[in-house]
């Protein structure tokens, strides 16, 4: 006779099996993972694998509370083998979009496109799009969380051998244009999971994402999702979107780049100037304060990234920073986009060789004057403030931005000792 435990398992791995829209609350989903944790030494290997691969359903479902994905996400790794990530491809592979894409071959490489002769074919959009709605209804959204676990416990080995359900997998999703948040970005979190897997300098058997021929087409997809900005697009949404394409960005130009240097920071370069500094910032920073926060954030974050190598922007940011933030009239209404623009203007200072920054130093220090002079003028010049803006000039003072006698003087004309050592 089943134990009610074995019972209770069952029904929960019946239950999912067999409706697509089953929807058990957290109470119950923890229930199960503490379940299959305390019984394992005696349930069968086959209860095990289909108990960890339903409650794999729920790592990326944000109809679940974060603390019950999260005793999901850790359930699995605590007890996964290879038998068991062997049993999650088998399930999932029937459940991913069985469309396949002109750009991939059937070993889930770059295929090259023949010429661009008009070669219509009836049907096959009609046809795709019958393809998506058969997958939503069968429940084929759970299968996008499924593949993420799998991903991510996916060894270094063994990625060659499964590109073939990969590529195909990850780039239906991304191309889905039915539901966003639940679909398509969803994609980026894969192709992000996937990166992370495909280089290991330890592993013998290596895998060298390079050779797939697939950076331009991951890098499309992802640029695409990137420039969803209002007013065509929520801001919320935007900033959901940029939380999970900045990282899945910087993952691919790694693996791409790995073992190149000089391409790897010549990617990001590009990838600052182009998309951060003159596709978006422009587009955002007059009327999107979050937003463009947290574009200066990521900015910041791709400073640190490139280091001496982002002298070759220093112009361009203090124009761009200058021209759509420092001259907005309204700045003095937005405090911490106040805070957050000196700060990426001190990590600039901080990465840059000394005698650029030098070169530049009148136009460092005219943002932060301007600045300061509409916060005095505005009453908005709050203790905070003013230390972000002292402590910036000290660190410009500090590398190497040496002020003249007269410079000294007209900053006591103008009444600016608060934010100078003079």
């Known amino acids: 006779m089943k134990s009610p435990e074995t019972l209770h398992l069952e029904t929960f791995v019946s239950k999912l099996k067999d409706s697509p829209n089953f929807q058990p609350d957290s109470s119950e989903i923890k229930k199960v993972c503490d379940l299959v944790t305390s019984s394992q030494d005696w349930m069968t290997p086959e209860l095990q694998a289909d108990v960890l691969r339903s409650i794999s359903y729920f790592v990326l479902d944000n109809k679940i509370e974060q603390n019950t994905r999260d005793l999901c996400s850790d359930t699995i790794s605590n007890l996964i083998t290879r038998d068991t990530l062997q049993n999650f491809i088998t399930s999932l592979t029937p459940m991913l979009m069985q469309i396949k894409s002109k750009y991939v071959s059937a070993a889930g490489r770059f295929k090259s496109l023949p010429s661009m002769t008009l070669k219509p074919t009836i049907g096959f959009t009609a046809n795709e799009d019958k393809i998506r709605e058969d997958w939503l209804a069968s429940g084929g959204i759970r299968g996008i969380s499924l593949f993420f676990v799998t991903l991510k416990h996916m060894e270094h080995r063994d990625i060659s ?20 948040l639940r679909i398509r970005l969803k994609g980026a979190v894969l192709l ?17 994402f390079s050779t797939t021929g697939l950076f331009d087409v991951y890098y499309g997809c992802l640029r695409s999702m990137w420039y969803l900005l209002p007013p065509s697009t929520n801001s919320k949404i935007t900033e959901q979107v940029w939380k999970i394409v900045f990282p899945a960005m910087l993952s691919l130009f790694k693996a791409q780049f790995a073992s190149e240097d000089l391409l790897y920071s010549n990617q990001i370069n590009k990838f600052l100037s182009e998309i951060l500094l003159q596709g978006t910032l422009p587009r955002v920073a007059p009327d999107h304060v979050e937003l463009t926060i947290d574009l200066l954030r990521y900015i910041q974050v791709v400073l640190q990234i490139l280091g001496l190598r982002s002298a070759v922007h220093m112009q361009r940011l203090i124009y761009t920073v200058g021209e759509f933030i420092i001259r907005n009239p309204f700045i003095t209404l937005f405090v911490p986009l106040i805070h957050e623009t000196v700060t990426t203007l001190s990590e600039m200072v901080k990465v840059c060789p000394e005698v650029r920054v030098a070169a530049h130093k009148y136009d460092l220090l005219g943002g932060v004057f301007i600045l300061y002079l509409k916060c005095r003028s505005e009453g908005k010049l709050d203790t905070q403030t003013l230390h972000f803006l002292r402590d910036y000039t000290r660190l410009l003072q500090a590398a190497g931005c040496k002020l003249s006698p007269e410079d000294l003087e007209m900053i006591k004309e103008r009444q600016l000792q608060d934010l100078i050592d003079c």
């Open 192 to 208: 992000d999971c996937f990166l992370g897997t495909t280089y290991d300098s330890t592993d013998t058997a290596q895998f060298d």
């Open 161 to 180: 051998s499964n590109l073939w359900w990969i590529t195909p997998g990850i780039l239906n999703i991304m191309d889905d244009t039915t539901d966003l």
